[in-house]
């Protein structure tokens, strides 16, 4: 196997030799602007971005309204976590970490040299965040997000009252509701996501008649969840990379390879070299240290919602770092990793057991049969589902569905890149990101597309019966854009301009695609990629007939993970 924490060392130190070239400031900001619009520059950071909802259209889907006759029936939500604070990654937190340590180290030992210019309030900064924990910011995302849920969905799943803002345990007769399940991982930042989301969706803060103490909401009468352990070898369908043991020795880096090998030292030296233009006698900055200064700018943001290293770049130099994100999460997680489908298959397999109404008793992939064959922990019927999880997690099922629009490579030798791309991360796993699946009942077996968004304000009010709505359709949409399910690869979900899918057409590509998967050989063989920075496209799956990977005898055991 490659020691990817050699390479990563040897990547980091590379970028850090590269001297940059002198240029001037002004000069180069009057060739290229530097741009000063934080709504803009925000929609640059990939995955650190705060979240937006896409146009429904995003997606190329061009018809959006819901037919008449037609109505949502039921809502499965897979929730990524909204801001947080760096992780310790090394081209993520600890590269932030270490500029901000020497810019600090610099002014302490040096207190007359003076950074100049744009960079002088480098003089006096402090770095001032933690390491992976939710945020204030991201508390709000889901808090609203969770309202968000209850407007779009769940008025009409509960046929909600004149005036009704939030979810009610009771139905209209006075009886109490099943209670809903969500589910969770057992980190911190996911757990509270998970919280704040139902604290906007079932409401106690927003109670016609005020409830200072939030009772109904700390007394478990409202919902249950379920808390699944992350972070050791568990089955964990929400963090499946915990039990994918070969993502965790080798293909997690991937992305982060290249990115570090090809695409920083393309984009960023001519900012690098501004950085050093108004840098005193003795401090150097490396092409590192300017892309920490992006992903600073990107963070605190998302902690304290301002930060002075946002107005030091062009528009291209973030439309370059939003492409280093997306060249990560495409090369770790999606078609450009052996373990890409690996990762997803878990969830998809939960997602197709709930749409048929069975419980999952046996496991080939990351679900853990313990958690999902009983009514306590994976309740079937339920009219909606809320799984709190990652953002690789929601790349990993959309790659593992073979929804192809995605498995468009981002191109490590293009500067700037490509505008029209598919694969954007500030639009697929913003904070607080979601991929919904929509089930929706319908009186027609071939329902007349309808061309604009129609608000509904209540659940019959363009014909729909649920008596005679017998025939079902799927629906899935990424951060309000619905997915053009027409592309996934074999077929069966084409012939609608709207979006919709035939359940049975659904489930049938579904089942066909969980296949590619390879889930044993990809996470247990034992391995070698040969070249892991060359930005090979796996097609989210590996072989022992794979180009580019040598097979050696045995398999990846937990103890020899472990050790």
Known sequence: MFDSTSLLVAALAGQALAAPKTLNWKRQSTQQPLLTDLNVISQYWGQISPYHDNAETYFGV?????????????????????????????????NDENFAAKVYNFTSANPHASFTGPLAFLNTYRYQMGEGFLTGVGAVTEFQSGVTFWNRYGR?????????????????????????VLRTTGQS???DSQISWALGFFGPSFYETAQPSLSSFGNGSLFNVVIIPEGGTENNTLASYDSCFEDNLQGSDLGDLDLLDQYIPLYIGAATARMNANAPAGFKFNNNDTY???????????????????NLFTEQEWQGFEQTLDIEYY????????????????????????LTNQYITSSNSSVNTSLTNNAADFPLGQPFYADFSHDDIIVSVLTSMSIDYFREHPNLQQYPPDPNR???????????????????????????????????????QYAYNPANATHKFIRMRLNNGILPLDTIRTGECLGRTDGMCALSSFLTSQYEAEKLANYQFACFANYTITAPTNGNDYDGTVTNTTAGIVVSPGEITAAFFAS
């Open 292 to 310: 920490a200064m992006q992903s600073i700018c990107a963070y605190e943001n998302g902690y304290i919602g301002m930060s002075d290293f946002c």
């Open 189 to 191: 930042r996911i757990e």
């Open 422 to 460: 598919h694969f954007v991360l500030s639009n697929m796993t913003p904070f607080g990101a979601r991929l919904i699946t929509e089930v929706i009942g319908c009186a027609s077996a071939n329902p007349t597309a309808v061309h604009s968004h129609r608000t509904q304000y209540y659940p019959t």
């Open 156 to 180: 009409t799943l509960y046929n909600a009252t004149v005036g009704q803002v939030q979810y009610n345990a009771s139905y209209q007769n006075g009886t109490t509701r099943p209670k809903p």
């Open 62 to 94: 061009n018809d959006v309204g819901l037919p008449d006759g037609c109505q949502i029936e039921q809502v499965h939500s897979l929730q990524r976590h909204a801001q947080r604070f760096p992780t310790g990654s090394f081209d993520d937190g600890l």
């Open 331 to 354: 090369y770790d997680y999606s078609f450009g990793n052996p373990t890409g489908r690996s990762q997803g298959v878990g969830y998809q397999q939960e997602l197709l057991a709930r």
